[in-house]
């Protein structure tokens, strides 16, 4: 699925603000997303909790800060995931992540 | 006992790692390929890319996202880098870098924006500047691992500002030279040589419609470059009636985590 082809052009107008970080995908957050979670996860989906829309989260639209990313729905534009990196702490809000679909790992064979 | 090894390496997180610089290629005025060598490296697949740090006397860390040039199946890593002239790391991976040195960096990242010859065809990439890179190591891995060529054929669509600006100029002739099932299209948006037939504006739909598989044919279609060009490009292409699921894009810009 493909994140930014919705029909919000209008929308994300006001995101063009000079000085506003740039629009970037999922796909950037990889590195930082690695630190948390063991899978690749800008494979896995997640299921907006404002608007129900399900993209990869390399799909998602990523807005990168000076201390981490913000990542929005490419259908509705809410946040779906924030990220952030301080002095000796990871800081991940996923409250606008309904559900986060990830394939499952292989079986450790011993 | 080796399968285990497998898993154990993917429940840990990325490690940083170093490389050291064995060779350097000066693609264009402002564009190097830095060649890496990079013990136990784990091997890629072709999109995926990796987080290099660079760490300043003071202790000041900055960290930005670079592409992977070179196929899996090449020996060497390559990273082709861009020189942006307010850029706070990639002067110093451009310019002061020195065969020999040492660069840090994880990876390889990235699940999302890839291509493997199992995943067929046909394949449509198109890229803005220095967004050929990744889309580069999609056509030497699809070079290099296929025997079916035909069975995945490919067009390449590349925009540029001028000639001398379009990174990989040999390579890419080279690769269109051995395999009939490979076009390719370069559009020059700012200035085009004498007796230039190709294209000469920005891309838009009209190129696209004329450029890219119907949508019929299902495509793998993946667009990378400057966010305008990547947002513009995939509206075109949607609009064209291609299947959103697609269209995988890399938006580039700035990346930069600071600390």
């Known amino acids: 699925m493909n994140g930014d082809l919705g029909k919000d052009g209008t929308q994300r107008a006001d995101d063009e603000r000079v000085g506003a970080p740039a629009r970037l995908d999922g796909n950037v957050a990889a590195g930082m997303l690695s630190e948390v979670f063991v899978h690749d996860f800008t494979s896995a989906r997640t299921t907006s909790a404002t608007c129900g829309a399900a993209r990869s989260v390399g799909a998602l639209l990523v807005y990168a800060h000076g201390m981490g990313m913000v990542m929005r729905c490419p259908s509705c534009n809410s946040v779906v995931m924030r990220i952030a990196q301080t002095p000796g702490r990871l800081l991940l809000d996923a409250t606008g992540a309904r559900l986060v679909t990830l394939a499952a790992a292989a079986p450790v064979v011993a | ?259």
């Open chain 2, 1 to 259: 006992m080796s399968t285990r090894t497998s898993v154990a390496s993917h429940v840990t997180p990325i490690a940083w790692r170093l490389a050291t610089v064995s060779d350097v290629v000066q693609e264009t005025s402002s564009v190097r390929t830095l060649v890496l060598d990079v013990p136990g490296w784990p091997g890629h697949r072709a999109g995926q890319h990796v987080d290099v740090r660079v760490t300043a006397e003071d202790g000041y860390q900055a960290q930005r996202s670079y592409s992977i040039a070179s196929a899996p199946e090449d020996t060497r890593l390559e990273l082709t880098i861009e020189r942006l002239d307010d850029g706070e790391v990639s002067p110093y991976l451009t310019e002061v870098l020195r065969v020999g040195d040492r660069l840090e960096f994880r990876g390889p990242i990235g699940g999302y924006f890839v291509w493997e010859v199992t995943l067929g065809g046909p394949l449509l990439l198109v890229g803005g500047g220095s967004g050929m890179v990744p889309l580069m190591a999609i056509l030497r891995h699809r070079a290099a691992a296929s025997r079916a060529l035909h069975k995945m054929p490919a067009r390449l669509l590349y925009s540029s500002r001028r000639w001398e600006d379009v990174i990989y100029r040999d390579s890419l002739a080279r690769l269109a030279q051995d395999d009939k099932t490979l076009e390719i299209a370069f559009t020059l948006t700012r200035e085009q040589p004498d007796g230039w037939t190709g294209f000469r504006r920005r891309i838009d739909r009209m190129m696209l419609a004329e450029v890219a598989w119907p949508p019929s044919e299902r495509p793998h279609v993946f667009v990378c470059g400057p966010t305008p060009l990547v947002e513009s490009v995939a509206s075109a292409l949607v609009e064209l009636g291609h299947d959103p699921a697609h269209v995988k894009t890399e938006r580039f810009g700035p990346t930069g985590v600071s600390r």
